[in-house]
């Protein structure tokens, strides 16, 4: 080999080495569920906006209106700490009945116990819809949502 062959290849192998030292942000596995007046709400786009420092997170609800996350770089999970949620698109799953707000979790009450209070509306997300015309999908944001380093982190959404 002469040595300019010699040469490529270490700064090649160097490159590599120095490459795999990098360190990405800490991510943490969070997967969650959403739906839309009690049914899960299907092929739905979810993208988490950390607060602070960090790319977000993206992820796709399923049939079931499960989802997990995936950071910007392609790794599994999200960067610790507050997030605003943007949904795009998505429908209510074909063929379930919805239910009232006002009727959720009173099923399953026996006698005696007290009802769930009223969830209260989320004053950043409310009002804040776009799309619905000229073929652009519907979107909702400014869901808050929680990332821990310490717990599961499974997110509910209710739209």
Known sequence: ????SLW?????LLGTIGCSWEKGPDLHAVTGTITKDGVPF???SLEFYPKGPGAPSYGKSDEEGNF???YSTGSPGAIEGE???TVIGGQMKSGVTPVKKEERGLASLTEGDT???KP???PEAKGR????GGGEPESIQGIPAMVSAENENHVVIEL
């Open 83 to 85: 997030h605003l949620v």
């Open 120 to 122: 209260v509306a989320n």
């Open 42 to 44: 299907t092929n739905a």
């Open 129 to 132: 819809r776009r799309g619905g």
């Open 8 to 12: 490529l290849l270490a700064m090649t």
């Open 1 to 4: 080999m002469t040595r300019a």
């Open 68 to 70: 997990s996350l995936r």
């Open 115 to 117: 009802p769930p209070a």
